[in-house]
T-cell receptor
Framework: DAGVIQSPRHEVTEMGQEVTLRCKPI?????LFWYRQTMMRGLELLIYFNNNVPIDDSGMPEDRFSAKMPNASFSTLKIQPSEPRDSAVYFC?????????????FGSGTRLTVV | GNSVTQMEGPVTLSEEAFLTINCTYTATGYPSLFWYVQYPGEGLQLLLK?????DKGSNKGFEATYRKETTSFHLEKGSVQVSDSAVYFCALMFSGGYNKLIFGAGTRLAVHP
């Protein structure tokens, strides 16, 4: 398996623009997580899905952030409009029921810079 | 609530030194415990895990023992290398429920030649 695949690896955008980050989880995994990592706040869980259904979005910072999982093999995190304070590395991770024995598999992340 | 506390970094060591990164947890029950490592510019990778009390997880020369009495899962390595320079995250998860990993704040390790 190719692991969790995120795209793009790097994104530079201007303030006010819409940004869409993409994630393909490992086939067969039924949990998907979106994290944000910054120097100031560390690793933050934004939202997670189980069987494509959002379970907990309490970590989503504002209404400007939205996430979807239209099918088991694809998820998006959208920021509209983007602001400089959204600059961070965004990670996607996937797992399956029984992951207490295996943990999560993380993607390589998308480094977002909003100028 | 459930939480993980790690020693603050950065931890700076010379090559071949002994490493300990402390991790303690607060949990209502007996979770599985994990150490993840994040190398510069990369995502988090599972380093080792332990699923029950007294289990010892090990990988790449790193070890950690699940201590229920002290609610701890300290990471150790006998002789660090420059290539071990990374950020290390301790985490816990309960089986069942929604598989939510709870991470510590991370500890940065810098190893110098």
């Amino acid at each position: 398996d190719a692991g969790v695949i995120q795209s793009p690896r790097h994104e530079v955008t201007e303030m006010g623009q819409e940004v869409t980050l993409r994630c393909k989880p490992i086939s067969g995994h039924d949990y998907l997580f979106w994290y944000r990592q910054t120097m100031m706040r560390g690793l933050e869980l934004l939202i997670y899905f189980n069987n494509n259904v959002p379970i907990d979005d309490s970590g989503m910072p504002e209404d400007r952030f939205s996430a979807k999982m239209p099918n088991a093999s694809f998820s998006t995190l959208k920021i509209q409009p983007s602001e400089p304070r959204d600059s961070a590395v965004y990670f996607c991770a996937s797992s399956f029921q029984g992951a207490a024995n295996y943990g999560y598999t993380f993607g390589s992340g998308t480094r977002l810079t909003v100028v | 609530g459930n939480s993980v506390t790690q020693m603050e970094g950065p931890v700076t060591l010379s090559e071949e030194a002994f490493l300990t990164i402390n991790c303690t947890y607060t949990a209502t029950g007996y979770p599985s415990l994990f150490w993840y490592v994040q190398y510069p510019g990369e995502g988090l990778q599972l380093l080792l895990k332990a699923t029950k009390a007294d289990d010892k997880g090990s990988n790449k020369g790193f070890e950690a023992t699940y201590r229920k009495e002290t609610t701890s899962f300290h990471l150790e390595k006998g002789s660090v290398q420059v290539s071990d320079s990374a950020v290390y995250f301790c985490a816990l998860m309960f089986s069942g429920g929604y598989n939510k990993l709870i991470f510590g704040a991370g500890t940065r390790l810098a190893v110098h030649p």
